[in-house]
């Protein structure tokens, strides 16, 4: 790490390539560069410590890689082209979509090297052919891997350093970088900038301008990142694509964890019990909208969320349902393996718990959960009648749910989570091509400057495709080793 003595004192440095931002993206990308065979690097980082959003990832997506291979289980490159496109409506950039897939694989083995160790998973139960690589601790883990080597090739990461502007001449050309640290600023001399900013999710004033169903109470659970990459591109002239797309799941109870020794690494989430497809979801007018079962891709179910009054739902479900949970497991738990079919005990006590701070509420009757979450009590009588006679039936005659996920509520004490939709970041904003090149309004590359990670748009549709399970993590390391490496071999060749 580059100490603020250093920074403060040489007023302009210089660099051949500028990275900004220190998440999965830039430090990938930084280390790509330097593998093909720059020594002057520099990374600024505006937080006190590299990770981003990275470093609270899970798992990510790749094909045909060395540990799938090692496990017999083969994932085709093609149908998962084919897969994200076919999602997409071919809405994205296919030349984009393929330069990261065929990458992937590869790129597995290059952490492989570095000491990443990985466990090929199903997100979800079932999940076929399996495509989720979770690494070794994480991607908290993985970064901590990616900072060592960064340090051990010499590349100069400033922490507390704020990129403001980046300089060109009167012909567009880069020539550097302005960039604060300490309350200090200080220029870098440079031909190639990469952008690794991680996105925009914690600018309210653009997510209202650019995200229509954006509400001011939508939680973030990423690094809630200013959009400072997609301001200073689009200053010198960049284009923008997929701008608005966030990365939103739902129903969920945000980020609340529940304490339950189901797995040792790994805290259980509010959101894991409202996803479960044996309860039932009401909107603010006591009615069901949706199959609950999409609750197995939780950002594919955020659609019908998004479309209810104020997007507010409830999961409900009664003291039967829960019984079932704590003896016998979740059906779902989307992305934790081991979880589903695991018992939970302990987990009424947590609801309770969690009832005191107004994010899950008890009744014990219909009528009192109708004046606790603000519903018509006769509405909600009407739904839950009618849906403990479609149970009877084993038939739901309107959204069709599975049989084996219809369950009466009948029991009280009756339960409902409050649930609102959440975030993990944005997705788009800066146009480019499959080199990681940054477009101009005529889609000519900008010389010497690059995005990456979630800055990038022209990758991922208004949906996020679940079936490349952990495709935005995979896409930040994938990028950042593509950016990188053509910065290099720009570098080289000026």
Same mark, same amino acid.
């Given at each position: 790490?580059?100490?603020?003595?250093?920074?403060?004192?040489?007023?302009?440095?210089?660099?051949?390539?500028?990275?900004?931002?220190?998440?999965?993206?830039?430090?990938?990308?930084?280390?790509?560069?330097? #593998?093909?065979?720059?020594?002057? %690097?520099?990374?600024?980082?505006?937080?006190? /410590?590299?990770?981003?959003?990275?470093a609270r990832a899970r798992g990510m997506f790749a094909a045909e890689s060395p540990a799938q291979k090692r496990e017999m289980? =083969?994932?085709?490159?093609?149908?998962?082209?084919?897969?994200?496109?076919?999602?997409?409506?071919? +809405?994205?950039?296919?030349?984009?979509?393929?330069?990261?897939?065929?990458? $992937?694989?590869?790129?597995?083995?290059?952490?492989?090297?570095?000491?990443?160790?990985?466990?090929?998973?199903?997100?979800?139960?079932?999940?076929?052919?399996?495509?989720?690589?979770?690494? *070794?601790?994480?991607?908290?883990?993985?970064?901590?891997?990616?900072?060592?080597?960064? #340090?051990?090739?010499?590349?100069?990461?400033?922490?507390?350093? #704020?990129?403001?502007?980046?300089?060109?001449?009167?012909?567009?050309?880069?020539?550097? %970088?302005?960039?604060?640290?300490?309350?200090?600023?200080?220029?870098?001399?440079?031909?190639? %900038?990469?952008?690794?900013?991680?996105?925009?999710?914690?600018?309210?004033?653009?997510?209202?301008?650019?995200? &229509? =169903? =954006?509400?001011?109470?939508?939680?973030?659970?990423?690094?809630?990142?200013?959009?400072?990459?997609?301001?200073?591109?689009?200053?010198?002239?960049?284009?923008?694509?997929?701008?608005?797309?966030?990365?939103?799941?739902? &129903?969920?109870?945000?980020?609340?964890?529940?304490?339950?020794?189901?797995?040792?690494?790994?805290?259980?989430?509010?959101?894991?019990?409202?996803?479960?497809?044996?309860?039932?979801?009401?909107?603010?007018?006591?009615?069901?909208?949706?199959?609950?079962?999409?609750g197995y891709n939780h950002f594919e179910s955020v659609n019908a969320v998004i479309r209810q009054p104020d997007n507010l739902?409830?999961?409900?479900?009664? $003291?039967?349902?829960?019984?079932?949970?704590? #003896?016998?497991?979740?059906?779902? @738990?989307?992305?934790? &393996?081991?979880?589903?079919?695991? *018992?939970? &005990?302990?987990?009424?006590?947590?609801?309770?718990?969690?009832?005191?701070?107004?994010?899950? +509420?008890?009744?014990? /009757?219909?009528?009192?959960?109708?004046?606790?979450?603000?519903?018509?009590?006769?509405?909600?009588?009407?739904?839950?009648?009618?849906?403990?006679?479609?149970?009877?039936?084993?038939?739901?005659?309107?959204?069709?749910?599975?049989?084996?996920?219809?369950?009466?509520?009948?029991?009280?004490?009756?339960?409902?989570? %409050? @649930?609102?939709?959440?975030?993990?970041?944005?997705?788009?904003? !800066?146009?480019?091509?499959?080199?990681?090149?940054?477009?101009?309004?005529?889609?000519?590359?900008?010389?010497?400057?690059?995005?990456?990670?979630?800055?990038a748009g022209g990758w991922q549709s208004e949906t996020y495709c679940a079936e490349l399970a952990g495709s935005t993590f995979?896409?930040?390391?994938? /990028?950042?080793? !593509?950016?990188?490496?053509?910065?290099?071999?720009?570098?080289?060749?000026?």
């Amino acid at each position: 790490m580059i100490s603020s003595e250093t920074a403060n004192r040489n007023k302009t440095l210089m660099a051949d390539l500028v990275i900004i931002g220190g998440g999965g993206t830039g430090l990938a990308a930084a280390l790509s560069a330097v #593998e093909k065979g720059l020594r002057n %690097v520099i990374v600024l980082e505006k937080r006190s /410590s590299t990770g981003g959003n990275t470093a609270r990832a899970r798992g990510m997506f790749a094909a045909e890689s060395p540990a799938q291979k090692r496990e017999m289980i =083969y994932v085709s490159r093609e149908d998962c082209f084919k897969k994200a496109m076919n999602w997409a409506h071919w +809405k994205v950039n296919p030349r984009l979509v393929r330069a990261f897939i065929d990458k $992937s694989g590869d790129t597995i083995r290059w952490l492989e090297e570095k000491g990443v160790q990985f466990e090929v998973s199903p997100l979800w139960i079932n999940q076929m052919p399996p495509n989720w690589h979770i690494p *070794k601790g994480y991607g908290a883990g993985l970064m901590k891997v990616l900072a060592r080597e960064c #340090e051990r090739m010499g590349i100069k990461i400033f922490l507390k350093a #704020e990129a403001k502007k980046i300089v060109t001449n009167g012909q567009g050309n880069i020539t550097g %970088v302005l960039a604060v640290k300490d309350g200090n600023e200080f220029a870098i001399t440079t031909h190639s %900038v990469i952008i690794s900013s991680g996105g925009y999710g914690g600018n309210r004033e653009l997510l209202k301008k650019y995200c &229509p =169903y =954006y509400r001011d109470d939508m939680f973030c659970g990423g690094v809630p990142n200013k959009g400072d990459g997609l301001l200073m591109a689009t200053k010198i002239g960049a284009a923008t694509e997929g701008l608005g797309i966030l990365q939103s799941a739902g &129903p969920g109870g945000g980020m609340e964890t529940l304490r339950i020794n189901t797995h040792p690494k790994m805290s259980l989430l509010l959101m894991s019990i409202s996803l479960e497809p044996n309860t039932i979801w009401l909107n603010k007018k006591g009615e069901r909208f949706v199959d609950e079962t999409t609750g197995y891709n939780h950002f594919e179910s955020v659609n019908a969320v998004i479309r209810q009054p104020d997007n507010l739902t409830f999961a409900i479900f009664d $003291s039967q349902i829960l019984r079932n949970m704590e #003896e016998e497991g979740l059906f779902i @738990c989307m992305g934790i &393996p081991g979880i589903p079919g695991r *018992k939970l &005990p302990g987990l009424e006590e947590q609801l309770r718990l969690k009832s005191k701070k107004g994010l899950v +509420k008890i009744a014990s /009757s219909w009528d009192e959960m109708a004046e606790l979450i603000g519903v018509d009590p006769k509405a909600i009588r009407t739904t839950i009648d009618e849906y403990n006679s479609n149970c009877e039936q084993g038939y739901d005659p309107i959204f069709a749910k599975e049989r084996r996920y219809l369950q009466p509520l009948r029991t009280a004490p009756y339960y409902a989570i %409050v @649930c609102h939709v959440g975030f993990l970041g944005t997705i788009g904003g !800066i146009k480019t091509n499959e080199h990681m090149e940054i477009l101009d309004e005529q889609d000519n590359p900008i010389p010497g400057l690059y995005v990456g990670g979630i800055d990038a748009g022209g990758w991922q549709s208004e949906t996020y495709c679940a079936e490349l399970a952990g495709s935005t993590f995979s896409f930040a390391i994938n /990028s950042g080793r !593509i950016a990188g490496e053509n910065a290099a071999q720009y570098v080289f060749g000026k």
